[in-house]
């Protein structure tokens, strides 16, 4: 038998085979593979004693033999030839370059040795490879909330399924804001009302069948949205700002683009752009001079949006500088002089005057008078208790400063005094002291029974004094400003060596006299209670 009455006989061996059902010398399909490349379509023979052994090709329309294998001989179709090979040991057939136009039903029939004869059919996918994969969007740049964009998707190849990525987490359509439509070549991603998260990216899309998988060239958009969130810092100032201080205003907002900014004062625009207002500019502008409001007004020039931030309101005030306190230039003096003392400054806003006396506050009374805006204060008939220093405090909401007057007031001598003993021995030396208040204080002059001895100071000093020194030291204090003079008088006598030996004090001898009065009446206390004890006899 010839080789084409073989190939004739094994054709219609395989309908029958076909007819009768699936051996088992195939594996389940199908078998997916890669245009270009070769396959191999593998059986589940081994080694198998074969008569004749045949591979057909049907595209659903019609059958074509590949190869057929027989007596250790094959023969290949023209349409096949350089494109096929067989493995005689276990049948599995080789097929390539493939060609798309490949794709189809693959069929094996064999005629075994003892005449049995199986035959089997599996499917095979050529798939196209997948490649160019790209997106495109509808719109280069987006607005947030207003939005709606289309990205597709599209690539070559074959079986192709489609997944869309934002960074690493899968975008999910939601069916609402989020829609994805799946074509053959092609996916289109919808998002509408599109949100600034939407498309953080990189946006990947891949494309994948059983065999490949590619992805796209990282896709990025802008979505703009803002401005958002204008704020002023710092929000709360202090309701009254230094004139000529280093303050100034930030505004700031959430944008893409970034915002500009532009500055309102009570809701008139200002000559001043920028996120930074400067209270230089503000003074430059005249304003701050009264209480005012401040805003900043972001504009975002995509979004065409324009937002204004919260209020802010101060005045600008200009601080108090050169404070002066001025009293009285003449000499003052206790009992007869009177003072007025004032206060002023030479630039700022004066909102309150405190006056202190020595450090603590100087309070209103009979002699002590304020003006009304308590600039001065008048002291009428001074006292020597208005010695000392006078400090005017001024202050506003800014700054406070402060100066001091020195006030004195001459008085005195006030009534002298001599101390020192009254009793001195022989050789001791003792000094007296003499002391007088007094401002300025007093020139001292003293008399020994009265005649005037060359000792100008307050100290009196007596050095081995003898019997002669014993006599009426007199001291003279005198104020020069006021011309006021006092004295004191003190007796000193000098005794002789032991005469002022101690013996019992008074304070000893009193208290020896208090014990003998004590003992002497517990005595006479005890005989009247025995007396009480003793039973008295009858006379009867």
Known sequence: MDLLSVKTLLVLLYFIGSCVGQDDILPDGPVDAIVGRNVTIKTLLNNPAFMVMTWSYSDGAELASIVTVAQGSFKVSKAYVGRVWVNVTNGDLTLGPLKSTDSGDYGISVTFSDLSTKAA?????????????????????????NSTVILTCSAKGSFLKFTWTNGTAPIVADGKRITLKEEEKSSTLTIAGVLRTDLVGPIVCTAANKLETEKSAAFNMTV?????????????????????????????????????????HNNTMMEAGGPVLTLATIEKHKFGKTMGEYTCRAANAKTLLTVSSPVVSFAVMDPITGVKVTGPTETLIAGNSSAN???????GSVQTTTWLKDGNPLAAGARVVFAADRSSVMISTLQKEDNGEFVCQLSNPVNKEQAAYKMVVNYGPEPATVTGPEAIEVHDDVTLKCAAASVPPANFTWKFNGTVVDIKTAEFPIKDPTYRNSGTYM?????????????????????????????????????IVIAVLIALGAAIGLIIWCRQKVPVESPY
Request: glycine share 6%; net charge negative; hydrophobic share 40%.
């Open 121 to 145: 059919e599996i499917k095979l996918h050529v798939l196209e490879p997948v490649s160019d994969v790209v997106i495109k969007s509808n719109m280069p740049e987006a607005i947030e909330h």
């Open 224 to 264: 703009y949205y803002g401005p958002e969130a204008v704020a002023i810092t710092p929000p709360s100032p202090p309701p009254y700002l230094r004139a000529g201080s280093n303050f100034s205003l930030s505004c700031a907002a959430r944008s893409s683009p970034p915002a500009t900014f532009v500055w309102y």
């Open 341 to 347: 003392i004032s206060c002023m400054a030479t630039a």
């Open 475 to 511: 001291c003279e204090a005198y104020n020069a400003v006021t011309g006021k003079t006092t004295s004191a008088s003190h007796f000193l006598s000098v005794k002789e060596e032991g005469a002022l030996d101690e013996g019992l004090s008074d304070g000893a001898i009193a208290g």
